[in-house]
């Protein structure tokens, strides 16, 4: 009787020990528009570091034209308003980024001298940061009001404009890629 208890004391713990690490996981997925928007940003995160990841540090310094920010600017300004638009919604960014509701802060961010190793890293620090603030937002929050860049819109209208401007700059670092003879990894 003392090994039956044994024998199936083990492999209960075991199924006791994948349910508790289960139910979280379960437990974190989202419904309606910021589950979308969730899912959205994590795929476009996917991409932008694997493209941060395939484009060779030489290109980082490359722009189409002068005045136009180079591949490696476009990345630290996508790790920028990563920090900045959570920033506007009172979500205090990392202390270490110095980004504040205040959009010359994310400026400043953005000159800081980077390699692409540091790109990389501060990409992915900022997904964190953006997808641990898109998360905590409850869906009875996203019609709270807010000013934004002068006009009046919404918790929700934020998280919205944060994922149309990755978007927007994932297109931009496609055209830059392919400018420099890379293939995004995804489409090959």
């Known amino acids: 009787m003392q ?6 004391t083990v492999p209960a713990s075991i199924i006791a020990l994948a349910l508790i690490f289960t139910v979280p996981l379960a437990a974190q997925t989202r419904e309606g528009v910021m589950g979308d928007l969730l899912k959205d940003t994590a795929d476009v995160e996917k ?10 540090e030489s290109a980082y310094a490359w722009r189409p034209a002068p005045g136009v920010r180079s591949t490696g600017e476009v990345f630290a300004h996508i790790a920028s308003d990563n920090y900045f638009l959570p920033a506007l919604l009172d979500i205090p960014a990392p202390k270490e980024t ?10 400043a ?3 800081r001298p980077m390699n692409k190793a540091t790109v990389i890293a501060e990409l992915q620090k900022s997904f964190a940061f953006l997808r641990t603030s898109m998360t905590a937002t409850t869906d009875e929050t996203l019609n709270t009001p807010i000013e934004m860049f002068g006009q009046k819109s919404s918790t929700r209208g934020v998280w919205i404009t944060t994922a149309t401007h990755l978007h927007e700059h994932l297109g931009q670092l496609i055209a830059y890629a392919r400018s420099n003879k890379v293939v995004p990894p995804w489409s090959k």
Do not use: D, H, S, W
Request: glycine share 4%; net charge positive; no cysteine.
């Open 47 to 56: 991409k932008i570091v694997a493209l941060a990841n395939a484009l060779p």
């Open 98 to 107: 110095g980004i504040t509701k205040e959009y010359k802060t994310a400026e």
């Open 3 to 8: 090994n039956f208890v044994r024998q199936t």
């Open 109 to 111: 961010f953005e000159k």
